[in-house]
């Protein structure tokens, strides 16, 4: 049971690059959460999907796209990379039944440096 | 607006208490978290209150007064292993969870 997996740990992209940071889960969760970290700053939710097929915005969507096509992958895609979005990036997943935000588990993270 | 406020910092010795606290406004209230985070790690669950009182979980304890928008995470009988940040995180009316920036504790011997 490999939990909450993420590639690459590290990425350095120039500007105007794209990528996607993968996430896969073997816990057979219905929630998954994609978040960025910024230093001295709290977890902020970029995007998030309530089972496969179902995806929506966070806070903080802007030049971001997801897609879960199955209920183990959530890979998270940047397009024209921009300094701003230097950060480390989580994924995390759930279960739930009801809604409630139970206990999320985490991913190693991906640092992410655009230069 | 959505506010979780938390100590920046703080320091304590090696064997002793301490306790860090969380003040939260939010737009609804789904239950209170507490995540331990050491630098360059991924944060892991350490409590979850969603009631009025306290949760005892070993060496941990989360507390929570809803009224008054507090929690507050005691450690007792600190080891250097617990130097790490402590993140508050709160349920809002979406139920998503909104962060706090954490706080740094660092341990002396």
């Known amino acids: ?115 | 607006g959505q506010n979780i406020d938390q100590p920046t910092e703080m320091t304590a010795t090696e064997g002793a208490i301490v306790q860090i606290n969380c003040t939260y406004q939010t737009s609804g209230f789904n239950g209170l978290f507490w995540y331990q985070q050491h630098a360059g790690e991924a944060p892991t669950f350490l409590s979850y209150n969603v009631l009025d009182g306290l949760e005892e979980k070993g060496r941990f304890s989360s507390f929570l007064s809803r009224s008054k928008g507090y929690s507050y995470l005691l450690l007792k009988e600190l080891q250097m292993k617990d130097s790490a940040s402590y993140l508050c995180a709160v349920g809002d009316s979406n139920y998503q969870l909104i962060w706090g920036a954490g706080t740094k504790l660092i341990i002396k011997p």
């Open chain 1, 1 to 115: 049971n490999a939990g909450v997996t993420q590639t690459p740990k590290f990425r350095i992209l120039k500007i105007g690059q794209s990528m996607t940071l993968q996430c896969a889960q073997d816990m057979n969760h219905n929630y998954m959460y994609w978040y960025r970290q910024d230093p001295g700053m709290g977890l902020k939710l970029i995007y998030y999907s309530v089972g496969a097929g179902i995806t929506d915005k966070g806070e903080v969507p802007n030049g971001y796209n997801v897609s879960r096509s199955t209920t183990e992958d959530f890979p998270l895609r940047l397009e024209l990379a921009a300094p701003s979005q230097t950060s480390v990036y989580f994924c995390a997943s759930s279960y739930t039944t009801s809604g409630l935000p139970y206990e999320q588990y985490f991913g190693p993270g991906t640092r992410l440096t655009v230069t």
